[in-house]
């Protein structure tokens, strides 16, 4: 198993919020199957006030670039994605284009 965890931050909107939590409820079938179907076994998503935080397991011979690839070739993943940036935005320090935001793990117990 290996463990992703990701920050993006949403639109400091609380009616903006509470639509993409909401969202967040009913997540397409088809963008389901097409996170299990890259080899994610597991993911959470936490939020507090308008950060968002995700943690993705994934077998071990997951690739995020694989993963990269397949939603890019995908159009119901792309009209997704499309319809989240109405709600998310980068963080301060992304470059141009970045969405999510790959974290360094920096302690372990």
């Known amino acids: 198993m290996k463990r992703y965890c990701f920050a993006l931050d949403l639109h400091d909107d609380p009616t903006l919020i509470a639509e993409y939590e909401d969202w967040h409820t009913r997540v397409w079938p088809e963008i389901k199957k097409s996170i299990t179907d890259a080899g994610v076994t ?3 998503i936490y939020r507090v006030s308008n950060r968002m935080f995700m943690v993705m397991e994934t ?3 997951f690739d995020l670039q694989h993963k990269a690839q ?3 070739s995908n159009p ?3 009209e997704w994605e499309k319809l989240m940036w109405k709600y998310q935005k980068p963080l301060p320090f992304a470059k141009p284009g970045e969405k999510w935001m790959l974290m360094k793990k920096i302690f372990q117990l």
């Open 70 to 72: 397949m939603d890019a």
């Open 59 to 61: 077998v071990d011979m």
């Open 76 to 78: 119901t993943v792309q």
């Open 42 to 44: 597991h993911l959470d």
